[in-house]
């Protein structure tokens, strides 16, 4: 079936470094890519999403680009921020309708 | 800006007990979901509802649990006779259409002792 796999965390950053979390899916048909963040204590948050190959989300200075060849789909942030600190999980969705979800990647960023 | 809500926030239940998880879909949307989230675990699938019926459930979901509209607002899960293994958060979930975002709930965090 569809799955999602996603980098092992925790990932820890000093404040204004360079983000990658690295995604990857094993999809039958051409699924939706998200990405969905959990702040300390809170539900989980839509952060960008891409519907189709070369697609880019983007949102709050968050990246990811839709790579059908290399089934991806990587988070990446210029400059992280303490306030970004969080569980970031990848996601896809289904042709009928429900969403995967990769393990999470915790997230530290130190000031 | 339209939200999905979920009531309580945290259950605390004792095994074998009965509990209610509520929660109201953003309205107008047509696709409703449960998922749950062991403690540092991956979110996990449970069920999907569509058109007033089941449209999906994972091998989690068992004969212990079960889904209703009751009132075309409301969407409920209930869990017949809790085992401690249940206790997770449990995230309630909206799409307007197939294949669009979902829109997910607070959670209820249910502890069951």
């Known amino acids: 079936g569809d799955s999602v796999t996603q980098m092992e965390g925790p990932v820890t950053l000093s404040e204004e470094a360079f983000l990658t979390i690295n995604c990857t899916y094993t999809a039958t048909g051409y699924p939706s890519l998200f990405w969905y963040v959990q702040y300390p204590g809170e539900g989980l948050q839509l952060l960008l999403k891409?519907?189709?190959?070369?697609d880019k989300g983007s949102n709050k200075g968050f990246e990811a680009t839709y790579r059908k060849e290399t089934t991806s789909f990587h988070l990446e942030k210029g400059s992280v921020q303490v306030s970004d600190s969080a569980v970031y999980f990848c996601?896809?969705?289904?042709?009928?309708?429900?969403?995967?979800f990769g393990k999470g990647t915790r997230l530290h960023i130190l000031p | 800006e339209p939200e999905v809500t979920q009531t309580p926030s945290h259950q605390v239940t004792q095994m074998g007990q009965e509990v209610i998880l509520r929660c109201v879909p953003i309205?107008?949307?047509?696709?409703f979901y449960w998922y749950r989230q062991i403690l540092g675990q991956k979110v996990e699938f449970l069920v999907s509802?569509?058109?007033?019926?089941?449209?999906?459930k994972s091998e989690i979901f068992d004969d212990q649990f079960s889904v209703e509209r009751p009132d075309g607002s409301n969407f409920t899960l209930k869990i017949r006779s809790t085992k401690l293994e249940d206790s997770a958060m449990y995230f309630c979930a909206s799409m307007p259409f197939m294949n669009t975002e979902a829109f997910f709930g607070q959670g209820t965090r249910l502890t069951v002792v």
């Open positions: 996601a896809l969705g289904e042709r009928d309708d429900k969403i995967i």
């Open positions: 891409a519907t189709k190959a070369d």
């Open positions: 309205s107008n949307h047509l696709y």
């Open positions: 509802f569509y058109n007033n019926e089941i449209s999906e």
